[in-house]
């Protein structure tokens, strides 16, 4: 499996809560990069040893959200030609 990620607009607390861990997120406002660890599922930064913690402040975030990719090869005869990376949300 391949990681990718997929950019979202926070527009939520209640999203910011519920995206996965290992997603990053940041700011334009103030330069401000978070992510959600796999520890406790909470926002942090790296320049804090506390947890950011404040989901409702995140609203208007973007966020670079993880998804499982599959490859997917194209067969001409008994070669493969091409690859392609497919994810749930480009399926539904």
Known sequence: MTTL????????????EALPVGTVATTADVYQVSRK??????WHRPDLIDDLGWDEDMVGWSA???????????????????RRLVTPWEEA
Not at 37 to 42: F, M, T, Y
């Open 64 to 82: 670079l959200v993880p998804i499982e990719a599959e490859e997917e090869w194209d067969v001409v005869g008994d070669a493969a030609v091409g």
């Open 5 to 16: 990620y997929r950019p979202v607009l926070i527009e939520s607390a209640e999203q910011a």
């Open 37 to 42: 660890i796999e520890d406790d599922g909470a």
